[in-house]
């Protein structure tokens, strides 16, 4: 059995409740990232007249339904 005084017991619970509490929020934060990407998958803005619009299709450029402009697809651009 590991004897330990009333302060090494309270610093060992206040660091593994601290502990916790960061892993938790990254958990969260991790979590939130990807429900963010999921989420605008397949939508772009267009850098001519600012409209957001979807496109799924695989091509490099597509063309904005609103300005009829092309826009080229940019891989992880935040909206
Ligand atoms: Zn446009």
């Known amino acids: 059995m590991i004897r330990l005084?009333?302060?090494?017991?309270?610093?060992?619970?206040?660091?593994?409740?601290?502990?916790?509490?960061?892993?938790?929020?990254?958990?969260?934060?991790v979590e939130r990232g990807l429900h963010e990407r999921r989420r605008m998958h397949g939508r772009i803005r267009c850098r001519f007249c600012a409209t957001v619009f979807e496109d799924h299709s695989s091509e490099v450029?597509?063309?904005?339904?609103?300005?009829?402009?092309?826009?080229?697809?940019?891989?992880?651009?935040r909206i």
């Open 61 to 77: 450029l597509t063309r904005c339904p609103a300005c009829g402009r092309l826009n080229m697809k940019i891989k992880n651009e």
């Open 5 to 29: 005084t009333l302060l090494q017991a309270l610093t060992f619970y206040i660091l593994v409740f601290l502990a916790s509490v960061v892993v938790a929020w990254l958990f969260y934060v």
